[in-house]
């Protein structure tokens, strides 16, 4: 019976030897497809195997047929050959019931890989392939999930980085899907060189990251309370050419974690339980606490609020001009603490 699974359970049975005759990778995160039929490439087509064992087609340039007889045919110098179809919506095909007896006994020679980020899930080629191949998610990941994707793919290369800067990384690079959001780790693991634990410095070098250190101090002090501080500190940052909307993201970032910090600190957890829970350790919560001061929980949820209003401002839904709401926000957030007190 063909298998439906999740990316990482796709990654793990390819380490484990486990590959199918046919996938269907689909979704519409093109960076897992490009990842997989790489992840497929090593697996399937050892280093030092004949070129001759591996075919690659595009979907408008050849029909159905043309990619089952290939798929039939066995391999030259490898223990299977590898057929990876790309944008394979494309490929002509009369009729589907050709793919549904190569399904039913697929050549377990061949690696056969169906690969396209917008499938019409109302063809009957789509719904043959999905109840006969080996299907693979391919899905965006949530929001929630991009901090721990990006701490993996460090982690893969060695280098170590705190579940905090994690998700500033993912909150800078929201919205551009991961294969924008690789290139930038890649680029960030090319300038640090040895692999060593990232830094909050270092995440500088990332160009849709704002400048953390600057971002995190203006956050501190509209957490504080301090808007004259602010004001000054965020009208700086404009005037050297800080983008308005990653500088919004890091302070939205810093707000969330300040937040989890003051619950975290009150619960009195133990460290690993407060780790699992909130994605802090016991020193970033002292850190947090230190920074924010006496800073009620009601304020910082209001921060949040503060936040999601001014990125409707900023992304043409009020006023055009970036200082007048971010302005606003440390008005708002100033007033609000003034109140709380």
Same mark, same amino acid.
């Given at each position: 019976?063909?298998?439906?699974?999740?990316? #990482?359970?796709? $990654?793990?049975?390819?380490?484990?030897?486990?590959?199918?005759?046919?996938?269907?990778?689909?979704?519409?995160?093109?960076?897992?497809?490009?990842? +997989?039929?790489?992840?497929?490439?090593?697996?399937?087509?050892?280093?030092? &195997?004949?070129?001759?064992?591996?075919?690659?087609?595009? +979907?408008?340039?050849?029909?159905?047929?043309?990619?089952?007889?290939?798929?039939?045919?066995? /391999? *030259?110098?490898?223990?299977?050959?590898?057929?990876?179809?790309?944008?394979?919506?494309?490929?002509?095909?009369?009729?589907?019931?050709?793919?549904?007896?190569?399904?039913?006994?697929?050549?377990?020679?061949?690696?056969?890989?169906?690969?396209?980020?917008?499938?019409?899930?109302?063809?009957?080629?789509?719904? &043959?392939?999905?109840?006969?191949?080996?299907?693979?998610?391919?899905?965006?990941?949530?929001?929630?999930?991009?901090?721990?994707?990006?701490?993996?793919?460090?982690?893969?290369?060695?280098?170590?980085?705190?579940?905090?800067?994690?998700?500033?990384?993912?909150?800078?690079? #929201?919205?551009? +899907?991961?294969?924008?959001?690789?290139?930038?780790?890649? =680029?960030? *693991?090319?300038?640090?060189?040895?692999?060593?634990?990232?830094?909050?410095?270092?995440?500088?070098?990332?160009?849709?990251?704002?400048?953390?250190?600057?971002?995190?101090?203006? #956050? #501190?002090?509209?957490?504080?309370?301090?808007?004259?501080?602010? @004001?000054?500190?965020?009208?700086?940052?404009?005037?050297? +050419?800080?983008?308005?909307?990653?500088?919004?993201?890091?302070?939205?970032?810093?707000?969330?974690?300040?937040?989890?910090?003051?619950?975290?600190?009150?619960?009195?957890? /133990?460290?690993?339980? *407060? &780790?699992?829970?909130?994605?802090?350790?016991?020193?970033?919560?002292?850190?947090?606490?230190?920074?924010?001061?006496? &800073?009620?929980?009601?304020?910082?949820?209001?921060?949040?609020?503060?936040?999601?209003?001014?990125?409707?401002?900023?992304?043409? *839904?009020?006023? =055009?001009?970036?200082?007048?709401?971010?302005?606003?926000?440390?008005?708002?957030?100033?007033?609000?603490? $003034?109140? @709380?007190?």
């Amino acid at each position: 019976m063909p298998r439906a699974l999740t990316f #990482a359970q796709f $990654r793990q049975a390819l380490v484990r030897a486990q590959v199918d005759p046919v996938y269907l990778l689909d979704g519409e995160e093109g960076f897992f497809h490009e990842e +997989g039929i790489r992840l497929l490439e090593h697996a399937v087509l050892p280093p030092g &195997t004949s070129a001759i064992d591996r075919e690659s087609i595009r +979907g408008g340039e050849a029909s159905l047929a043309e990619v089952l007889d290939l798929a039939s045919t066995y /391999p *030259m110098g490898a223990d299977r050959r590898l057929i990876v179809v790309r944008e394979a919506d494309r490929l002509r095909c009369e009729s589907a019931e050709p793919l549904r007896r190569y399904l039913s006994r697929p050549n377990q020679k061949s690696c056969l890989v169906f690969s396209d980020a917008g499938f019409d899930r109302r063809r009957l080629f789509y719904k &043959t392939l999905r109840a006969g191949a080996g299907r693979v998610d391919c899905s965006p990941l949530d929001e929630s999930r991009i901090p721990l994707w990006v701490r993996e793919r460090l982690r893969e290369r060695g280098f170590g980085i705190s579940a905090d800067l994690a998700e500033a990384i993912a909150s800078g690079a #929201a919205g551009q +899907g991961l294969g924008r959001l690789d290139a930038e780790l890649q =680029k960030l *693991m090319g300038a640090i060189g040895a692999p060593r634990p990232i830094q909050a410095a270092d995440l500088e070098l990332l160009a849709d990251v704002p400048r953390v250190a600057d971002a995190f101090r203006l #956050a #501190a002090c509209v957490a504080r309370g301090e808007r004259g501080e602010a @004001t000054a500190a965020l009208r700086a940052l404009l005037r050297s +050419g800080e983008d308005p909307v990653r500088l919004l993201g890091g302070l939205s970032w810093y707000f969330r974690n300040a937040l989890k910090a003051r619950v975290a600190g009150a619960r009195r957890l /133990p460290a690993r339980e *407060m &780790t699992l829970l909130y994605g802090l350790d016991p020193g970033r919560v002292e850190r947090f606490q230190g920074e924010i001061g006496r &800073t009620a929980v009601r304020v910082l949820r209001e921060a949040l609020r503060e936040c999601l209003r001014a990125d409707r401002e900023l992304k043409g *839904m009020g006023p =055009k001009d970036p200082a007048h709401a971010l302005e606003g926000l440390i008005h708002r957030v100033g007033l609000g603490r $003034r109140r @709380t007190a």
